[in-house]
Structures are given as structure tokens and as C-alpha cells.
């Protein structure tokens, strides 16, 4: 009686008017790759991703010419406080954002996302003066909280054996955006300066020369968002309550109390008590480990950009913006193709912990190259760099999508999104300590090009590695644990 009782329990029930069972029941259904909806998620994580740091190859320049700083050695302080005031707005609102897609539901959660993209990139690209600058960064920052949501959406919108290459579309989507996003601003900055026959001086491009890249991204994701209306939504809702909808014999073990057998009910929210999710572990240690590794990305792709537009005489490259934006190209093409080739393969044969532990022990010796890089030229130096680049960013992907796996595993449905929010949070807050510190160590290094010790940019590519190898060590016991070792 007691079997009969447990497969009563663990038998579906669907609710005919509730989105999220809908969904499970497309996915019982469902034979083959869900291209639909890959492509899908790929597109809304793009859309959000793209205005993040397209900033970055034009933002040397765009800082320049508004006259803030006073030496061109302090550029990069201020181009710091640019960059990290779009990360201080998510620290701000993504608990609140995973609270609402737990609560509300995940499709209103990444439509507002994207629409906040549209009107304050736009404004962004329209900026006259420092503050208003660091004012539409921030806001953007503060509503564009959908990455945490889409990773919950990610997770519930396929089949078990779909989930992992639906977590590494959310990824390696965000990874290309964060490389696409430069490109495009390092080709469409200046465009008057660049392409006299088609932009004049004149023209509204002319008078706010960063303006283009502002305006494709914003108007890509108009598109974006206005397709998102159609996207499924994938939580539960049983007569206004969200319900709990997981059928593992996982689920029916932890809960604590009360049951509805053979009479098609199941639990709602209320009646069941919440994990404290600053009390599990595998997830509170899944995140750190993620933000030390989303600390060294976000520095790092300010630095990049900084040191390949700063001039020879301060250790930099003096690339064009434009000349920025075909490096970022190549590696974002170099990450799309690694991405839907060798990547399933890969996580499959070493796992999220593994490819963590082995991603960033390469990255150090990769990064230790690029001083030794800047001596280079000509034909040499674009291909090491761009050799270089493809590997350092593919690296950073493999290891991002391993540990949206790890945190997603580590709590159920019912707490994804707030899990994804805290996670949101403290990402945000490192990311935000990224661009801020890596300004500031950007402009300090250019003052000690003559140092006995590590001068220059030796010493940034240094600080850069002393971060990473802290997060590979994390990834080892007993600080990183996984959900089936801690019960």
C-alpha cells in the first residue's frame, strides 16, 4: 500500500488553465531538438547581453571627449566608474527581479529586461556629459535583471536531457553578447570619422559619435522584445497559488510534512516550507566561486579594450576602435562555432567542476603571454592576439556555463528564481569591484611603465591571474560541494 501510495504521489497531474503545465506537457510530447525555443533564449540572453560592454572599445575615447579627466593617465578611472555603474544597478534589483519571476512569472521579468534595454541604451549613446553617462548606465542596470529568470526558464522549458545544451545556450548567448557587443561598438563608434561618404559631421551620428552602436543594439532588441510576447511561461500557477510540479522521488523525500494522495491535488507553495537558500551550501559556494571567476571576466574585458586603444608609449597597442572591434569579432565567431561543435562533448566527458578547474589553470600561462604579445607587430601581433583572445574567451564561457549548471541543480523549482536572483546579486557586486578596480589598476600601471617589478601592463595581466588562480582553487573540497555529496 505504502508503493501504491508513493506512485499516486509521483504521478503528473496537469492543470488545464496553468502555463507551467502546458509546458511539461509539450516537453512529454516533444521528439527531437527544441530548435524553437534554443533559438528562442538565445536571442532574448543576446539582447540583454550586447549593451554591456559595448562600451568598452569606444569608452577611452567616449570619456576623453567629455572632458572629465584631466591627464590622459586618468582616463581609465573614470572609464571604471562607467563600467561599474551598470553593475552597481543589478546588485541593487536582482533579488527583487528573481522574487517577481518566482512570484509573477518569468516572461514579464525578461520583457521589462529587454524593453529597458531599448530606452537606456538608447539614451546611453545620446549622453553629453559624465553624469549622464553613469545615470543610464545604472538605470539600465537596475531593470535589465532577466539573466537570472532566463536561467530558471532555461532550466524548466526542456527535457532532462536537453537542460545542459539549455543552460549553455544562456551562456555562451551572454558570453557572445559580452564580444559582439565590443565589436559592434568598436566598428559603429565614430562613424562620421570612419565612413565620411555615408555619416557626415553634421548628422545627429556626427554630433554624438557613439551614438550607432547604442541605436543597432536597442533596435534589435525592440525586436526582441516585442517576439518575447509569444514566449511560454514556465511557472506554475494553480488557482492564483504557485504550485509545486516535480515528479522526482527527490522531491517527494524532502518534503517535510503533509501530502495529498489520489485525489489529483498537489502541494501549493504555502504548504510546504522553503529551503533558507543562504543555508545550502552547494549553491552558496556554486555562486562564490562564480562571482571570484565573474570578477576576473568583467575586469578583464575592460582592461582588454583599454590596453589595446591606450598609445605604445603606455604599454597599450594604439588599436582603433575599429581594429578592437575585428578581435572581438573573430573571437566571438571562434565561441559561436566551439559552442555548438565541441561543447556538449566536453561537458559531457569532464563535468562542471572539471571544466572549471581546468579552464582557469589555462587561462593563467594564456594571460601571462599578452605582455609579450604588445611586443609584437604587424601580421604577428594580430594573430597571436587574436589566437589568444578565442582561447581566453572560450575558456571563460566553458567555465561560466559549468557553474549555471551547478546553481540550478542546487535548488529546486520553486526557489530557481530567487536562487538566480542572490546569484545575480553577488555576481553584480563583483562584476560592478571588475571595471572599477580594473580602471583603476588600468591607470595605475601606466604610471609605473619603468618599474624593476612586473611594469606596466605585466602587472595587470599578474593582479588578473593571482584572481583567477584564487577561483580555481575554490573549485576543490571541501569549499565547493555539490548537492548529491552535501545530503
Known amino acids: 500500500m505504502a508503493e501504491e501510495s508513493r506512485e499516486a504521489l509521483l504521478k503528473k497531474v496537469y492543470y488545464e488553465n496553468c502555463p507551467g503545465c502546458k509546458v511539461e506537457q509539450r516537453k512529454e510530447s516533444q521528439r527531437g531538438l527544441p530548435i524553437k525555443m534554443l533559438v528562442s533564449i538565445w536571442l532574448v540572453v543576446l539582447s540583454a547581453a550586447l549593451p554591456i560592454s559595448s562600451l568598452f572599445p569606444f569608452l577611452y575615447f567616449m570619456i576623453r571627449d567629455l572632458h572629465i579627466a584631466k591627464r590622459e593617465e586618468d582616463i581609465g578611472y573614470y572609464a571604471g566608474y562607467v563600467g561599474a555603474s551598470f553593475m552597481i544597478g543589478r546588485v541593487l534589483t536582482s533579488i527583487f527581479w528573481g522574487v517577481v519571476a518566482d512570484r509573477y512569472g518569468r516572461k514579464p521579468v525578461i520583457i521589462i529586461g529587454i524593453a529597458a534595454v531599448v530606452i537606456f541604451n538608447t539614451l546611453f549613446g545620446l549622453s553629453v556629459n559624465f553624469w549622464m553617462a553613469i545615470s543610464t548606465r545604472f538605470l539600465l542596470g537596475c531593470l535589465n535583471g532577466l539573466l537570472g529568470p532566463i536561467k530558471a526558464y532555461a532550466s524548466e522549458a526542456f527535457r532532462e536531457e536537453h537542460q545542459a545544451l539549455g543552460m549553455s545556450t544562456v551562456s555562451v548567448a551572454w558570453g557572445i553578447g559580452l564580444i559582439i557587443g565590443p565589436a559592434l561598438g568598436g566598428f559603429l563608434a565614430q562613424p ?16 554624438f559619435p557613439y551614438f550607432l552602436p547604442c541605436l543597432c543594439i536597442s533596435l534589435f532588441a525592440f525586436g526582441v522584445c ?32 503533509g501530502s495529498f494522495a489520489n485525489e489529483g491535488k498537489q502541494k501549493t507553495e504555502e504548504q510546504i516550507p522553503k529551503e533558507n537558500l543562504f543555508k545550502n551550501w552547494p549553491l552558496m559556494s556554486a555562486i562564490i566561486v562564480y562571482c571570484v571567476y565573474s570578477l576576473h571576466d568583467m575586469a ?10 591606450s598609445p605604445r608609449k603606455l604599454g597599450g597597442l594604439s588599436f ?7 578581435v572581438l569579432a573573430i573571437s566571438g565567431f571562434g565561441l559561436f562555432v566551439f559552442q555548438i561543435t565541441l561543447y556538449p562533448f566536453v561537458e559531457r ?3 562542471p567542476v572539471m571544466i572549471a578547474r581546468i579552464g582557469g589553470i589555462i587561462t ?7 605582455p609579450f604579445i ?3 607587430s604587424g601580421f604577428s601581433l594580430y594573430l597571436m592576439l587574436n589566437i589568444a583572445s578565442v582561447l581566453k574567451n ?5 567555465i561560466v556555463t559549468g557553474m549555471f549548471i551547478l546553481q540550478n541543480k542546487a535548488v529546486d523549482q520553486r526557489q530557481r528564481g530567487a536562487a538566480n536572483g542572490i546569484s545575480m546579486t553577488a555576481m553584480s557586486l563583483f562584476k560592478a569591484i571588475g571595471p572599477a578596480g580594473g580602471g583603476a589598476l588600468f591607470s595605475w600601471a601606466q604610471t609605473r611603465l619603468d618599474a624593476a617589478i612586473l611594469p606596466g601592463s605585466q602587472m595587470i595581466f599578474f593582479i588578473l591571474n593571482v584572481v583567477e588562480a584564487i577561483a580555481v582553487l575554490m573549485t576543490f573540497k571541501p569549499f565547493l560541494t555539490l548537492r548529491h555529496e552535501h545530503r
Open 320 to 326: 582603433s576602435t575599429e581594429n578592437v572591434g575585428e
Open 349 to 351: 566527458l569532464l563535468g
Open 300 to 309: 578583464y574585458t575592460e582592461i582588454f579594450s583599454l590596453w589595446a586603444v
Open 226 to 257: 516585442i517576439a518575447s510576447f509569444w514566449l511560454p511561461e514556465t511557472l506554475h500557477k494553480h488557482n492564483g497559488n504557485t504550485r509545486l510540479h516535480d515528479d522526482s522521488f527527490e522531491a517527494l523525500e524532502t518534503a517535510s510534512y
Open 374 to 376: 604588445a611586443m609584437l
Open 192 to 207: 562620421a570619422d570612419k565612413y565620411p561618404n555615408i555619416f557626415s559631421q553634421n548628422s545627429i551620428f556626427g554630433r
Open 394 to 398: 572560450v575558456l571563460s564561457i566553458t
Open 364 to 370: 593563467i600561462p594564456l594571460l601571462s603571454s599578452y
